[in-house]
């Protein structure tokens, strides 16, 4: 085996970890449409929500490219494998989100912080515990700590900020704020499973404001003047201080490079790292070989994918990766999951459900029309001929194109970030709003009811299916497919070694929103870039540690509760069920309710803030079992409903010391 080997590469080449408060953590999934297991429940003894970790595994591949197997510490062949991680959080640093298509480069997150600086070299603002190391036969964790802020005493706001205990008395005019760096904060861990393989353990999740007085999370918006709209004045608040930029703050995400150095027992060195002659060697980074990490927020309905995903994208990105190139359609591998995706938002969305005024019969849920898994429905959608052709054309007229020829995103934002983007002010690429057309989720462009209020009016403004789906959607309309069989997910250790590295690096991106990226929840919209990357799922080598995440809401929290309608249901629920197994009934409550840590109800208008203490409290949307362990099915679906909740949401409104 020794002999053969020609090179080693990390899967998955882009990894997804989750953050919880628990000290606990389960491994993400390493097979597509498997589930991970977090140990019967999502949260340990005291309630807390349990990180999801994800592992990393090392694959020899000889000189044709193919794979040979994998090098594990427990292998014949391997004396060693030491692990080279470098993971950094630059959201505070970095440029201002103001939307993918009023993207300027001019703006910056906390622009009086070493201003005239490009957000890689503005190290006052930047949480990077620096390159850390875990080796074969090290005990216990590698905790990743750094602080933000630093070296900085006092400083000015915008007035038309909010502020905790503090009203200005002219918001016209900037308000005076002190400064006090935050110092350890955890950015994950570094852990080694028995066979020496790497498992990174996201952060806790935590956000706070480091000024005096405190900037409240919230959207300026909400109060004043709406952000580079015509309404603003002579001096609007722009986005650049709005609920994904609120200076002052930081959070614990992450992302950045991992890279290993395998030693085998012959003395034969092999690393991701190009340069490396011995173990303890630095060189330089390959990004072909090595791989990269993303934290994010909790996946709250993990059996359920959001219509387009991460995977999706890299698929749209690099064609040539997808592996059903050279295929037909299949309906049960590749249209089927789709309608099974779609009827499920009718568990967390409202408005998908049918129990919304506008929506009702017109939707999802198990006695709606939209229900494309009832027995009926599967029967004739299934059936390839000319009979049934008329009904499935139908439905791809209703299915959602991008603006533009190509119908793909990235054609109407090119090009790449930090340049302006430019083609969606060519005619071509017509904002066309037709809200009859599915998916009925909110887009890259932002929601059409924002457009209207700013005076914008960008292309996809709703989310749109990519061209890889499309194709697949098209040939199922014409007739052009086979029915093929139900697909059952195969479990990692049933997974051909030749298809375990792709196993990996589909597993972990499938479970992920690729859009509506305002900004997103694990990835923004840099994902749709060819150039951001040296191959599919893995980050080009000019990409710094931190700076693809740097593009998300800072902090998380704040755009975590703004999306809160439409955006990512499968994700961060809308809406929750309850469900009576003995009428087949149901009944739906707000998922974000309860009581804050002051015993304040938790608001529907503006819980931005409140989102800091409830997140890791909220419930799970889970299938429902049966007493005899079976999933609940009504006319097809699969009946989701809340559970684990943490009841100390559900406490009574008492005040302190009352």
Known sequence: MTAAIKSIRIHPGIGMARMGDSDEFFIGPEAPG?????????????????????????????????VIGELAADSDQVASLRWRVHVRNMKAANYAFQGAFLFDPDKLRNPGIQPGLKPGERKQLIIDPGAQVIATGQAGPVVLKGSVFTGIDKGTLPGELRYEGFTPKDISKPVEVTYQAAHDIELGQLRLDPAGRLLFVA??????????????????????????????????????????????????????????????????????????????DEGSRNPTQGAWIVTAPPKYAPHMMHVVSILDRVYEAFPEAYPHTDSKTVFYRDVYPLFAKAVNYGWVSAEAAGVAANTKDLAHGPKQPGNLLSPGYVTALSDPSDTMKPLRQRIYGFMRHASGPRSRLVDSLMPAPPLRPTSWQDPKFDPKVDDRQMPKLWGTGGKPLQNKQLGDNFPNQFLSLTDWQLRHLKDWAEGNFETGTPQEPVPFDKVPVAGQPHALDAAALEPTIGGGFHPGIEFPYLIIYREKFAAAFRVAGDIEPGELSAYMSSPWHGDFWSCNTAWWPTQRPDVVFQYDTKDQSRTHREWFRGYDEQGEPLSSDDGYDQMVYAWPKLGMVLPLKAADGSVVVDNGEIVFVEQQRDPALDRPPAKMGG
Request: with cysteine; proline share 7%.
């Open 34 to 66: 498997v589930v991970a297991d977090p140990g019967g429940s999502y949260r340990d003894g005291s309630m807390r929500l349990k990180r999801q970790a994800q592992r990393y595994r090392v694959y020899a591949y000889d000189e044709s490219g193919a």
């Open 203 to 280: 952060s806790p999740g935590k956000g706070g404001c480091v000024t005096t007085p405190r900037v409240a999370l919230s959207n300026p918006s909400e109060f004043h003047d709406a952000p580079n709209g015509p309404q603003g004045g002579k001096d609007p608040l722009t986005n650049q201080f709005a609920y994904f930029n609120i200076p002052g703050w930081w959070d614990d995400t992450c992302g950045g490079e991992i890279d290993v150095t395998v030693t085998l027992k012959d003395g034969t060195v092999l690393s991701t790292r190009d340069g490396v002659k011995k173990a303890e």
